[in-house]
């Protein structure tokens, strides 16, 4: 192995690989809050960003192949850690109770990462997949639409985006600890930022399908 | 002296390495002002006066400075007080009536030999790996001829306020040794004395960290909530920025 590849594989280089790729993540989590929030402008302004998107060409394929490996990347490296860390107390506590001592979010990052996986299979399987391999000429606003007044799907949608404020709620401050980028000035903002971010993420996505669950009510 | 308390004690053994382990319970009236190992020594004193064999637990200085006791008691490395040592972990934490559930630290890394004793060498391989700095023998250097900022001397003896207990290990749910390695890094990281082998120093300790069988940081923070010496997390990232640094500059080509 070269000194990268060993690097990359002690505990602390995996950590430096979720870190990193994490961070990248939250990135692209405000790229697509902000083209969802096109939606508020209504199906034209919607469509219109969807095939601005698709107007890039082979630009818009090489940023989703790298966006395929950013996420499988983080995913590896996230479950080659849990199962990992699983192994290193092969005899349990009966009583065990440091982990009352933590943060909510801390205790659970790689159940909340497994759950927003299984959401990522699911959204991509009902949105992107229906729009890219479904019926030809269908919408994607036409999709999202539909889906969204399915109150089960709204309703699974809603609680997945809670889990993934959860999960940037720990990661984002942890991302800085992993980097060695703390700071008795600074940390603080980290943590106030990941909790803001938490906020964003989880309440700005959901905020869609809301809107539209309460639209086809009746309402407008 | 104060009333004594009654406790039911559930007490992890285990005869040898190879053995099974199991609970054993005992019913035990004590006095408030022992401590939990003296409290264990009384249990021992009956228990050998009966023939019976008696817990085989770790001590030493019995002043919470030597890092050898370490017993989770409730669930708790070093018990649920505190910044406290086992050793300084009173009887009257605890209230009359109360079950207590005693158990060794528990960790891939640490082979349990007998009873509530583990065998916490790996973590000396970790300082023999690079917890050191090599100096010139001599005449002993004048005092305070190497001038250090009055903040870095401070942030040097918080990290060296680590006993090497081994507790972190024990509270962290992925059995991780970072803030045992993060505080010994730090130590030297941030003197002089430490600079000729800094970035090698720890490279090396953190590969054998990880050969040892222990687990990788989640940043949960449990190892500081239980330290019984209040060891910073900031240590931990002081270690992964050295390591970092070490990896993207270093031209050796070792690690």
Known sequence: ?220 | MAEKINLTLNIWRKESPEAEGYFEEFKISVTPDASILEMLDELNNDLEAQNKRPIAFESDCREGICGTCGIVVNGHPHGPIPKTATCQLHMRNFKDGETLYLEPFRAKAYKNIKDLVVDRSPLDKIIQAGGFISVNTGNPPDANSIPIPKETALQALDAAECIGCGACVAACKNASAMLFVGAKVSQFALLPQGQPERYERVQAMVNTMDEMGFGSCTNTYACEAECPKGISITNIARMNRDYLKAKISSHSMQY
């Not at chain 1, 809050?33 to 096109?38: E, I, K, W």
């Not at chain 1, 440091?98 to 299979?121: H, K, M, P």
């Not at chain 1, 997945?160 to 603080?188: D, N, V």
């Not at chain 1, 903002?189 to 399908?209: D, E």
């Open chain 1, 1 to 220: 192995m070269g000194w990268l590849s060993r690097s990359l594989s002690t505990s602390i280089g995996k950590k430096v690989v979720m870190a990193v790729t994490g961070l990248l993540l939250v990135l692209f989590l405000f790229v697509h809050l902000a083209g969802n929030y096109t939606i508020w402008g209504g199906e034209s302004t919607f469509t219109a960003y969807v095939h601005g998107l698709e107007s890039f060409g082979w630009f818009t394929h090489v940023l989703e192949i790298l966006l395929a490996l950013l996420f499988l990347v983080h995913i590896y490296y996230g479950l080659k850690l849990a199962v990992e860390n699983s192994e290193k107390r092969p005899e349990q506590y009966k009583v065990y109770k440091s982990n009352e001592l933590i943060d909510f979010s801390a205790r659970y990052t790689w159940q909340t990462g497994v759950l927003i996986l299984l959401f990522l299979v699911i959204h991509l399987a009902t949105f992107w997949y229906e729009y890219k391999f479904g019926p030809q000429g269908r919408e994607l606003y036409d999709i999202v639409v539909t889906w969204f007044q399915n109150p089960l799907y709204s309703l699974f949608y809603i609680l997945l985006m809670i889990t993934l404020g959860i999960h940037i709620h720990h990661g984002f401050q942890s991302a800085f600890q992993t980097l060695g980028w703390t700071h008795p000035k600074y940390t603080p903002w980290v943590k106030k930022t990941g909790t803001a971010l938490a906020w964003i993420f989880g309440l700005g996505f959901s905020l869609i399908p809301i809107y539209f669950y309460f639209t086809s009510m009746g309402g407008n």
